[in-house]
């Protein structure tokens, strides 16, 4: 499995962006959750968002919830991330990752995704 993000860029705070991540190596999306973490500088990795497989459950981090949206296209083997209202501090490397979490908990954890993308900056000024 392959995973290309597009979309980042520099924005001003209050600004909206748009991540696409598209998945390829395997024909049929059943059964991946893919989802988002990002890295800033000097800072760990975390837990964006994720919606699971069929699209019928998401989940959001504190951070972003009410101001990020994700969602999937199973038969274009996408998941987009539409980010609003962005802040300084959302400014990151966002990765796209797919995986099979084993419950509702674990799509927040990284150790579920065995495929991570290359990333794309998302730079906020203020």
């Known amino acids: 499995v392959q995973l290309v993000e597009s979309g980042g860029g520099l924005v001003q705070a209050g600004d909206s962006l748009r991540l696409s991540c598209v998945r390829s190596?395997?024909?049929?999306?059943?059964?991946?959750?893919m989802g988002w973490f990002r890295q800033a500088p000097g800072k760990e990795r975390e837990f964006v968002a994720a919606?699971?497989?069929?699209?019928?459950?998401?989940y959001y981090s504190d951070s972003v919830k009410g101001r990020f949206t994700i969602s999937r296209e199973n038969g274009k083997n996408t998941v987009s991330l539409q980010l609003r209202t962005l802040k300084p501090e959302d400014t990151a490397v966002y990765y796209c990752?797919?995986?099979?979490?084993?419950?509702?908990?674990?799509?927040?954890?990284?150790?579920?995704?065995?495929?991570w993308g290359q990333g794309t900056q998302v730079t906020v000024s203020p």
């Open positions: 190596g395997r024909t049929s999306s059943s059964g991946y959750a």
């Open positions: 990752v797919a995986g099979r979490p084993w419950s509702s908990d674990d799509h927040y954890l990284h150790q579920s995704y065995d495929y």
């Open positions: 919606i699971n497989w069929s699209g019928s459950s998401t």
